[in-house]
C-alpha cells in the first residue's frame, strides 16, 4: 500500500494552521498513525487509529480521516512544531510510510 | 524508564555482514511486538521487520527478505537485526520501536523509539 503525502514541504508561520494530508493506494480503514520527526532524532508518535491523540500530545494537533483519506492539523503552529511528519499504515503488511512534510518556518 | 538502546551500527564493505541489537527496559519486553525501521540519509523512513512477542511470526519488506533476520531473546530482554549481504543502499540509521496495539491485536503504530544505529555500507 502505498501512501502519498502533501504537501512535500511548506512554509509557515508561529500560530498558524496547518494541514497535511496523506492518500492511501487502497483503503485502511482507520489503520493509519502519524509521527514527528526533528533532525537527528527519532520519529515520536502523535496520532494513532488515524484520530486518537498519544498520551503527552498537545491537543493543538488532530488527526481527521478513514478509508484512502487522511489529514493531521496544526491548529496552531508552535516554534517546537517545525519539523517532519509523517504518516504510517498498519493495515497490511509490508507497513508503509509516506514521503515526509518538512515544515519549516516563514 | 522506559528505553531501547541501539547499537551494532558500523562501516561494512557491500557483500559483509552485521548484526544490530537494541537493548530494552523500563517495560515488560516479552509483552510487546517489536520492529526494526530505518532511515537512509537525508530520506524518509522505511519499515524493515517486526518480530511477534514469542518470536513465533516475523515479517519483512519483500526487498530485505533473505538478508535480513529479525530475532529476539527475551530473556536478555534484547532485539536483534541479522544483515547479510549488504549493499550500499542498505546505508541508514536503523530505529528499533515498540508496538502500540490493543488487547485484540488492532495495530495502532510504534510508540517508543531507540535512538538509531548508523550502518554504513561502503568500500
Known amino acids: 500500500i502505498q501512501l502519498t503525502q502533501s504537501p512535500s514541504s511548506l512554509s509557515a508561520s508561529v500560530g498558524d494552521r496547518v494541514t497535511i494530508t496523506c492518500r492511501a493506494s487502497?483503503?485502511?480503514?482507520?489503520?493509519l498513525a502519524w509521527y514527528q520527526q526533528n533532525p537527528g532524532k527519532a520519529p515520536k508518535l502523535l496520532i494513532y487509529?488515524?484520530?486518537t491523540l498519544q498520551g503527552g500530545v498537545p491537543s493543538r494537533f488532530s488527526g481527521s480521516g478513514s478509508g484512502t483519506d487522511f489529514t493531521l492539523t496544526i491548529s496552531s503552529l508552535q516554534p517546537e512544531d517545525f519539523a517532519t511528519y509523517y504518516c504510517q499504515q498498519l493495515s497490511s503488511y509490508p507497513l508503509t510510510f509516506g514521503g515526509g512534510t518538512k515544515v519549516e518556518i516563514k | 524508564e522506559v528505553q531501547l538502546v541501539a547499537s551494532g551500527g558500523d562501516l561494512v564493505q557491500p557483500g559483509g555482514s552485521l548484526r544490530l541489537s537494541c537493548a530494552v527496559s523500563?517495560?515488560?519486553?516479552?509483552?510487546?511486538?517489536m520492529n526494526w525501521v530505518r532511515q537512509a540519509p537525508g530520506k524518509g523512513l522505511e519499515w524493515v521487520a517486526n518480530i511477534r512477542q514469542d518470536g513465533s511470526e516475523t515479517y519483512y519488506v519483500d526487498s530485505m527478505k533473505g538478508r535480513f533476520t529479525i530475532s529476539r531473546d527475551n530473556a536478555k530482554t534484547s532485539l536483534f537485526l541479522q544483515m547479510d549481504s549488504l549493499r550500499a543502499e542498505d546505508t541508514a540509521v536503523y530505529y528499533c520501536?515498540?508496538?502500540?496495539?490493543?488487547?485484540?491485536?488492532?495495530?495502532?503504530?510504534?510508540?517508543?523509539w531507540g535512538q538509531g544505529t548508523t550502518v554504513t555500507v561502503s568500500s
Open positions: 487509529a488515524a484520530s
Open positions: 523500563g517495560f515488560t519486553f516479552s509483552d510487546y511486538w
Open positions: 520501536a515498540r508496538d502500540k496495539r490493543d488487547s485484540w491485536g488492532d495495530y495502532y503504530g510504534m510508540d517508543v
Open positions: 487502497q483503503g485502511i480503514s482507520s489503520y
